[in-house]
């Protein structure tokens, strides 16, 4: 099942794209305002998928995906016991900001992309360590 525009902006915010001068805080809810499209389009671009700041199947599967990995990448590192699904709610938030302590990065519980950078390459050395 596709996100719902207030689902994939809570996603962005967790992944650290730009939703506007107050941040999800600001901008919540189901509407396609510019400042989604943009953040969307960022990501889009990023991941070179076809940019067209709208909400695709391609840039759906996308995003969950990374959701995903980012969740099973916590489950790993920091034993985060969070459900892998593609919501990047309170837990993962919370995930992410232990993550972020125990790496001595900023806590911000957002995993912009070199958070995800260095949670993968941690995640490959538990892998490696428990083989």
Known sequence: MPYTLSQLKEVLDGLGYNLGPDGLN???G???DVFTQAAIQELQAHYQ???SGKLDT???NLVKK???NI???LNVVVD???P???FYGPRTVQAMKAFQRTYGLPVTGIAGLTIRQKLDEEAKKHAIATA
Request: aromatic letters at 4%; a neutral charge; hydrophobic letters at 40%.
């Open 80 to 82: 985060a016991k969070l």
């Open 71 to 73: 969740q099973y990448s």
């Open 49 to 51: 998928l076809p940019v």
């Open 66 to 68: 990374l959701v995903r």
């Open 84 to 86: 892998v699904n593609e």
């Open 30 to 32: 189901n509407a396609l």
């Open 26 to 28: 600001g901008n919540s």
């Open 58 to 60: 391609i840039t759906d």
